[in-house]
């Protein structure tokens, strides 16, 4: 072996300690949220966050911002629930899992890879304009099936009153507006300043569709859910706009709002051809 093969060697082994630390910390998501293997889920959360500070200590430090996002929604279940005690668990869990590691990375690293670039500036394009309503056409096609044929729909409450109907409009809504608060601007961003852009979207999609499934996107949802996670992830590395992706998820939860009513309530919203 030659002298200048060594650093390489060198090299080589700390990329992989670099993406094995990462992929413990994501793929913790999977035991903390789709499995729902507590506390064992915290083992590679830790482990993660312990091998980035040893091999990059700025990569371990903004895999620890990851990690303590995940840990505060771990904190409660996902389960929807529209009681007012459920909305509220909602609302303080999930906005700390942004607001926590966004004044940690500001305050205390004086970084600002964590950003929610909302005036871009850059006027959206006709293809923009074309992709939101291809969107909508797959949700009206796709959804209806899905939800209903599968029984995934009984994962959301029965929608006994007007006024539950209302609530779950609002946190369909609240949730997928904190999905790219969270899963895009954070972690994705996160992660996008030590890895390439595909690397970075595989591993946010981990944390993504691991939260979707808890939250009630099971039986064949992640064929849905895995490629509107990358989907998402890879418009906000284009167009670098918040108001794109998240016009994108909720014109697509728009849908997803509607399907569910209308598999609670088979009167209501009436016009999806494709309802079993």
């Not at 094995?20 to 949220?33: E, T, Y």
């Not at 609670?264 to 919203?269: A, I, Q, R, Y």
Request: charged fraction near 10%; include cysteine; hydrophobic fraction near 60%.
């Amino acid at each position: 072996m030659t002298a200048t093969a060594v650093p390489e060697l060198r090299a080589d082994a700390r990329t992989a300690a670099r993406v094995a630390a990462a992929a413990l910390v994501c793929g913790a998501a999977i035991l903390l949220f789709a499995v729902h293997v507590r506390p064992l889920g915290y083992v590679p959360l830790v482990a993660g966050v312990a091998l980035g500070l040893a091999v990059d200590r700025r990569l371990g430090r903004d895999l620890a911002l990851i990690a303590t996002g995940q840990a505060i929604i771990s904190a409660i279940s996902l389960k929807a629930d529209l009681s007012d005690a459920g909305i509220a668990r909602f609302a303080v869990a999930l906005s700390l899992a942004v607001i926590v590691p966004t004044a940690i990375s500001r305050l205390a690293f004086r970084d600002r890879a964590i950003s929610f670039p909302v005036n871009t500036g850059t006027r959206w394009t006709r293809t923009m304009w074309l992709y939101l309503g291809i969107v909508v056409a797959f949700g009206y096609v796709v959804l209806p099936y899905y939800f209903i044929s599968s029984g995934v729909y009984q994962n959301w409450p029965d929608l006994d009153s007007d006024g539950e109907i209302a609530r779950l409009f609002l946190g369909v809504n609240a949730v997928g507006l904190w999905d790219e608060l969270f899963f895009i601007c954070v972690v994705f961003a996160l992660l996008r300043s030590h890895f390439p852009m595909w690397a970075a979207n595989l591993l946010q999609a981990l944390v993504f569709v691991s939260f979707l499934w808890e939250l009630g996107y099971q039986a064949w949802g992640p064929l849905l859910t895995i490629p509107f996670a990358l989907v998402q992830g890879w418009i906000f590395a284009r167009t670098k706009s918040l108001p794109y992706v998240v016009s994108v998820h909720l014109l697509f939860d728009a849908v997803v709002f509607a399907v569910l009513v209308h598999a609670h309530h088979p009167h209501l919203f009436d016009i999806f051809v494709t309802a079993p």
